[in-house]
């Protein structure tokens, strides 16, 4: 899974690096420690093909929910069940989400857990596939665009402190995972692989991650690396 990550790269930074046509959000706050419901940003397509940078709450709320609480539950889609579980965004409604890091928790044989920030070596964003969705509320008083990201089984790094990761989309994939007119997922499904583990790095980090209340370039400093 995918509980927290770094998101830091400012948005006119991300339009370059993710090809972006229009920008429509405000630059948000640096954050060393997003959290569920966070806004966060992601790239989508329109039905004409332009690629836009907007501001999406991170947990998606299918239109059928009846309030957006259900978000915090909804904040990862397994690669593997995309097709019963999230049927409707996986065929039309797929995004990309850039990321400067996420954290991990691994379990100690102590039950203590210790936390690890992954990265890419070269310390480009990771573009991670997303999905998004729309919720109005019954009144329609209140209209969230919200998102999640699709995770799959870890890699041969991660492996040993976990046992799923994000899917980390290479710049060759973006355009079919974005193609709103791309709807067979068979194809789709084959770009939900682990990612290379010669691409990243991975390093212990303060516990005080831990607390979505901590924030701040401190806590992604390392303290020992794998």
């Given at each position: 899974?995918?509980?927290?990550?770094?998101?830091?790269?400012?948005?006119?930074?991300?339009?370059?690096?993710?090809?972006?046509?229009?920008?429509?959000?405000?630059?948000?706050?640096?954050?060393?420690?997003?959290?569920?419901?966070?806004?966060?940003?992601?790239?989508?397509?329109?039905?004409?093909?332009?690629?836009?940078?907007?501001?999406?709450?991170?947990?998606?709320?299918?239109?059928?929910?009846?309030?957006?609480?259900?978000?915090?539950?909804?904040?990862?889609?397994r690669a593997?069940?995309?097709?019963?579980?999230?049927?409707?965004?996986?065929?039309?409604?797929?995004?990309?989400?850039?990321?400067?890091?996420?954290?991990?928790?691994?379990?100690?044989?102590?039950?203590?857990?210790?936390?690890?920030?992954?990265?890419?070596?070269?310390?480009?964003?990771?573009?991670?596939?997303?999905?998004?969705?729309?919720?109005?509320?019954?009144?329609?008083?209140?209209?969230?665009?919200?998102?999640?990201?699709?995770?799959?089984?870890?890699?041969?790094l991660l492996?040993?402190?976990?046992?799923?990761?994000?899917?980390?989309?290479?710049?060759?994939?973006?355009?079919?995972?974005?193609?709103?007119?791309?709807?067979?997922?068979?194809?789709?499904?084959?770009?939900?692989?682990?990612?290379?583990?010669?691409?990243?790095?991975?390093?212990?980090?303060?516990?005080?991650?831990?607390?979505v209340r901590?924030?701040?370039?401190?806590?992604?400093?390392?303290?020992?690396?794998?």
């Amino acid at each position: 899974m995918c509980g927290r990550f770094v998101s830091t790269t400012p948005p006119a930074a991300l339009a370059r690096h993710l090809r972006v046509d229009e920008v429509r959000t405000e630059a948000l706050e640096p954050s060393w420690n997003v959290a569920p419901t966070d806004p966060v940003y992601a790239v989508s397509e329109t039905t004409e093909g332009s690629r836009l940078l907007g501001t999406y709450r991170w947990g998606l709320v299918p239109p059928w929910a009846p309030a957006p609480s259900i978000a915090s539950r909804r904040i990862n889609a397994r690669a593997e069940t995309l097709g019963s579980k999230f049927r409707g965004p996986f065929e039309r409604r797929r995004c990309l989400l850039p990321a400067d890091g996420f954290y991990e928790w691994e379990r100690r044989p102590d039950g203590t857990k210790q936390a690890w920030l992954i990265r890419r070596r070269d310390r480009a964003p990771m573009v991670f596939a997303g999905l998004w969705d729309l919720w109005r509320s019954a009144q329609a008083d209140e209209v969230l665009r919200t998102c999640a990201i699709v995770t799959t089984r870890a890699n041969l790094l991660l492996g040993p402190i976990h046992d799923r990761m994000p899917v980390m989309l290479a710049p060759v994939d973006w355009e079919l995972w974005l193609d709103r007119h791309h709807t067979d997922t068979v194809s789709l499904r084959r770009l939900l692989e682990p990612a290379d583990d010669r691409q990243l790095e991975m390093f212990e980090v303060s516990s005080r991650v831990n607390s979505v209340r901590n924030n701040g370039g401190d806590l992604v400093t390392p303290i020992s690396r794998r």
